[in-house]
């Protein structure tokens, strides 16, 4: 368990999610292993060791953050600490924003912190290639986290993070 300091915000992911999210992935992964089983052809196997793979490793990542109980989401002093990219000090953050994904069968909240072009550079080859990744995925920034994943409403936290370190924010969520 992580111990927090005075003046820091941390932030758990939200347990039930995780563990909703833990167990939908093994029952694919147990999908996929009834594919490959009763496959007569090579393209329900190929499927079955994609669901295998691909909900394995989401499994994984979901069973990580019930059973360690680590924070995603850091932030103090030195910046803006998330589990996936490290630290982000803050003379790089240039906005913390909340905003809505709007697709047509799906609508996700997100939190996301936009960083200087300098950052960018700053970051080895394989971290910029995931935020780019997450960037792609998510909307314009750094880290775009969903809400779902976080135990507190996002607005509030930017909010926050707006009051303790003055780092401009954009809500674009109703609260």
């Known amino acids: 368990m992580y111990s927090k300091a005075e003046n820091e915000i941390v932030i758990y992911p939200s347990r039930v999610v ?12 147990v999908g996929g292993i009834i594919l490959i ?18 909900f394995g490793w989401c499994g994984c990542k979901y069973f990580k953050m019930v059973v360690p109980n680590r924070p995603i989401l850091i932030v103090n002093d030195n910046g ?15 906005l913390v924003r909340t905003y809505q994904f709007k697709g047509e069968t799906v609508n996700i909240s997100y939190f996301s ?18 935020s780019s990744l997450n960037s792609a995925l998510g909307g314009p920034g750094v880290i775009n986290i969903p809400s779902y994943i976080f135990n507190i ?7 926050m993070i707006h ?10 969520i109703a609260d």
Do not use: H
């Not at 995780?18 to 992964?29: D, E, K, M, P, R």
């Not at 089983?37 to 691909?54: H, K, N, R, V, Y």
């Not at 200087?116 to 910029?128: C, E, G, I, N, P």
């Not at 009051?163 to 674009?172: D, F, K």
């Open 113 to 130: 912190v936009i960083a200087k072009d300098s950052y960018m550079s700053s970051l080895s080859t394989s971290r910029r290639t995931l």
């Open 163 to 172: 009051q303790r370190y003055g780092v401009n924010i954009s809500l674009e």
């Open 153 to 159: 409403p996002i607005n509030d936290l930017a909010r």
């Open 18 to 29: 995780a563990i909703i999210s833990t167990i939908g992935c093994f029952l694919f992964v």
């Open 80 to 94: 803006l600490y998330y589990k996936d990219i490290g630290l982000i000090k803050w003379e790089y953050i240039t």
């Open 37 to 54: 089983i009763d496959s007569p052809s090579t393209e329900q196997s190929i499927a079955g060791w994609a669901c295998i793979l691909f």
